[in-house]
């Protein structure tokens, strides 16, 4: 077996994994809860620990599955350890078809092991590690040595629900919790095995940190461990989207000990693929509040999220102080079948779904598969309340809806009817089962729909669920402040803008022209976003990252107005300083190559930034590199907000395309000349491109003379020159160039296919990159020469330990 560094590991072990789930029924991954972990949060996770230094190290994996977690220590270990150290891994999977693939992981973890000189021992427990976990916990196993205790575990517990009288729910019991999930009982019991000062790293939903459900788990877990670190995956699709995994997910690093550290840290990203990290760190009363008898976890991302929580602090009378209660809707429909009916009729009664909201009130009756009536009679009477005024709000929010709560006024009124049915999903507020003045109603209704209160119950909510409870949990004004908010509501309900302005405006509390003001930097960065929309840019850029990037090359402040827009030149690092001074979001230092990938490049692409405009020469992969608005750009963006707007950007996007055009002729002349086939080629300045010339006109005329060149890429296009036909006559059917190597040559002295990586900053052939070749270039027939070329032997020498064995440099 070839060596392969820590990094290619990870590589290795993700082949396995993605090869398990494949032949995996995803039936089975559903019937046993569990989800692989993908490479990039596997990494990720091990980062985390911090206590790698000691002589002797045990780690559990209380759900290993193929190893990827396990690996991911392994590879993390190797390249920190600068000693001899001895490494115990003990790995429970009960899934007895992947126990081949987690025996291979620790296989090719004891090789790497062998190599960074650590003494590996490890063992496989294909058993429940519940039962196994009671068993050692019992005290007589545990007044012996220490020796069964970990000092790290690591760990992605499976996601199933229990059923309260199932022995899985009594061997957690018999740990000291009642939950009802089974995730908090593996967290629970592994938390239980690790020694005094053992770290945890788990990844899981986010919603054990909120909600009465998991009050008994966050009290005990809270009580043996002491937070460091919480990582939040923004985005319910991505952190698993292999297994279609739709939960808020989150890590938590934590090391078991009563004492609680002073601060800890908080980091968010969208997905696993997002490097581009917000960073917070916070005092620990501020994540646990110290006189919270529920042990709410604050997840607080950023200095914004701090001042939504310090507006929100001055709300302080709960429902009970203002006479008000909420309660879920009592029609469940599929139990009330019988009585249901399509339309109202002689003896029914209006029955309201979510979708008769509309424009902050109801519209009822709605042509619509839901039937909008119920019978009314002495069986559905109890499921029925007065037809009066009340605040309905959705208990769920579709997966990435822009409103987490959604509320509207019942004006009883507008229906002709004694009583009403609301269904299940839905929760109503009332006072004692009737109903409420309207004033106060379209108040409430206003004070729930404001941007304040979203973005704070975003904050505290990890799941798609509004539930009573939540809504009891919540702070609200007065009723003196509800009834002056709703006397500024008519029959028409108002616009989210013009809600916040109320809001704002009515409840002095606030503050109105701040630059710290939460909802004025949320209202500037949506407007931002806004217009990228109106722009056309691509979906993959429509987010926070590319609406601040906009608003720093602008210089635009949250409360400056839009015609004040300038053009200084920035680069990345003062983007992203810019973006933390006046936005309140902090990114982590090493994400800056985030924003030049994933966002710079594409408003350049798009004319609506250019590079270098003061040294038009500049490489675009100097460390110098500025950028600036472009100026037809600069004066579209002068007349948002304004009549003009409408006209300016109609008048704008007709034009860029002429934009676009005299910008990629600029670039053209500093673009680097290589004769191809006697016909002149030329590639994007800088970066990898200056090796690729070199490739072209030394390399391949020493190395490979009278060879045909077949494929050329760029760092700035797809490719800079491509024979398809020759390469589809060699067996070579490409769908994606991302894939192909830097250079395609065809030795025809010696029928050979030279594959050729150039590398200046990343990306040698390694193991996993010689694999995904092979597989590539499969139905090649001649013979496949690798090669990795670099610049000089310094440059070589840093990926030394990466370059798979039997390909040339």
């Avoid at 110098?624 to 707007?645: D, F, P």
Wanted: proline residues 5%; contains cysteine; neutral net charge.
């Amino acid at each position: 077996m070839a060596k392969c560094s820590a990094k290619n590991l990870l590589g290795e072990v993700d082949f396995l994994r993605i090869a398990a789930s494949l032949k995996q029924e995803q039936k089975q991954k559903g019937t046993l809860g569990q989800f692989f972990t993908p490479a990039p949060v596997a990494e990720l996770m091990a980062g985390m620990f911090g206590k790698l230094d000691l002589p002797e190290i045990s780690l559990l994996d209380a759900g290993a599955g193929v190893g990827s977690l396990l690996a991911a220590f392994v590879a993390n270990l190797c390249q920190k350890q600068r000693s001899l150290v001895n490494l115990h891994i003990v790995a429970y999977e009960i899934d007895p078809f992947l126990i081949g693939y987690l025996r291979q992981t620790l296989e090719l973890c004891a090789s790497q092991c062998r190599i960074a000189r650590i003494s590996l021992k490890y063992e496989i427990r294909n058993t429940d590690f519940l039962e196994d976990a009671v068993r050692l916990l019992r005290p007589s196993l545990f007044d012996r040595p220490d020796n069964l205790r970990f000092t790290h575990a690591i760990l992605n517990p499976p996601y199933l629900k229990i059923n309260a009288h199932s022995q899985v729910r009594a061997l957690i019991r018999s740990l000291g919790l009642e939950t009802s999930n089974l995730y908090t009982g593996f967290i629970t019991a592994t938390v239980q095995l690790l020694k005094s000062g053992g770290e945890l790293v788990a990844i899981s939903p986010r919603s054990f940190c909120n909600g009465p459900y998991f009050r008994d788990f966050r009290k005990m877990f809270l009580e043996m461990m002491a937070l460091e670190e919480i990582h939040l995956f923004e985005s319910r699709q991505e952190a698993f989207s292999g297994d279609r995994v739709l939960q808020e997910t989150m890590i938590v690093h934590a090391t078991k000990q009563q004492q609680k550290f002073d601060n800890v840290l908080i980091s968010t990203s969208s997905s696993t693929d997002d490097d581009f990290f917000l960073s917070n760190s916070l005092a620990y009363t501020e994540i646990v509040h110290p006189d919270d008898s529920q042990q709410f976890i604050h997840i607080i991302p950023d200095t914004l999220s701090q001042q939504v929580i310090r507006q929100m602090t001055n709300f302080t009378c709960t429902l009970e102080d203002i006479g008000l209660t909420v309660s879920t809707g009592r029609v469940v429909d599929f139990r009330a079948k019988e009585y249901l009916c399509l339309m109202p009729d002689k003896n029914t009664v209006p029955l309201i779904y979510p979708l008769n909201f509309s424009r902050g009130y109801i519209e009822y009756p709605k042509v619509t598969r839901k039937h909008q009536a119920l019978v009314n009679g002495e069986k559905t009477v109890s499921l029925l309340v007065p037809n009066e005024n009340y605040v309905l709000t959705k208990r769920f929010s579709s997966k990435e809806e822009k409103k987490r709560v959604v509320a509207v006024v019942y004006d009883a009124k507008q229906i002709d009817c004694s009583w009403v049915g609301f269904e299940n999903h839905l929760n109503y507020f009332h006072q004692d089962g009737k109903g409420l003045n309207l004033t106060l109603a379209r108040g409430l209704a206003a004070y729930l729909n404001s941007s304040l209160v979203d973005a704070f119950f975003r904050l505290f909510n990890g799941h798609t669920q509004v539930n009573a409870t939540d809504l009891r949990n919540l702070k609200y004004p007065s009723i003196m402040q509800l009834m002056s908010l709703g006397l500024k509501i008519g029959e028409y309900f108002p616009s989210q803008a013009e809600i916040d302005e109320l809001v704002q405006a009515e409840l002095p509390t606030m503050t109105n022209q701040s630059e710290n003001n939460p909802l004025i930097i949320k209202s500037r960065i949506d407007e931002a976003l806004q217009i990228l929309i109106e722009l056309g840019l691509p979906r993959a850029q429509l987010n926070e990252r590319s609406a601040l990037t906009i608003l720093a090359l602008v210089d635009l402040k949250p409360t400056d107005p839009w015609e004040t827009a300038a053009s200084p030149l920035m680069g990345i690092t003062p983007i992203m300083e810019f973006m933390a001074q006046h936005y309140g979001k902090t990114y982590k230092p090493n994400t800056r190559e985030t924003v030049r990938r994933q966002t710079v490049h594409q408003f350049l692409d798009a004319a609506l930034i250019v590079a270098n405009p003061d040294v038009p020469h500049r490489p675009v992969n100097s460390p110098k590199t500025v950028y600036q608005i472009e100026e037809s750009a600069l004066e579209l963006l002068r007349t948002y907000g304004t009549s003009e707007w409408e006209k300016s950007i109609r008048t704008y996007l007709a034009s860029v395309e002429t934009l676009k055009k005299r910008y990629a002729q600029e670039r053209e002349l500093s673009r680097i000349p290589i004769v191809i086939e006697g016909e002149l080629k030329t590639l994007s300045p800088g970066g990898q491109n200056i090796l690729i010339e070199k490739i072209i006109k030394e390399f391949a005329e020493r190395f490979t003379p009278g060879a045909k060149l077949i494929y050329v890429g760029d760092t700035d296009e797809k490719f800079a020159y491509f024979n398809e036909v020759i390469l589809k006559n060699l067996g070579v059917t490409v769908d994606s160039h991302g894939k192909m190597p830097d250079v395609i040559i065809h030795h025809l002295k010696n029928d050979w296919l030279v594959l050729i990586e150039a590398v200046t900053s990343h990306g040698p052939i390694n193991p996993k990159r010689k694999k995904e070749l092979e597989v590539i270039f499969a139905n090649v027939k001649i013979p496949l020469v690798m090669v990795t070329a670099f610049l000089s032997r310094k440059a070589m020498v840093e990926y030394l330990a990466e370059i798979a064995w039997e390909t040339d440099v």
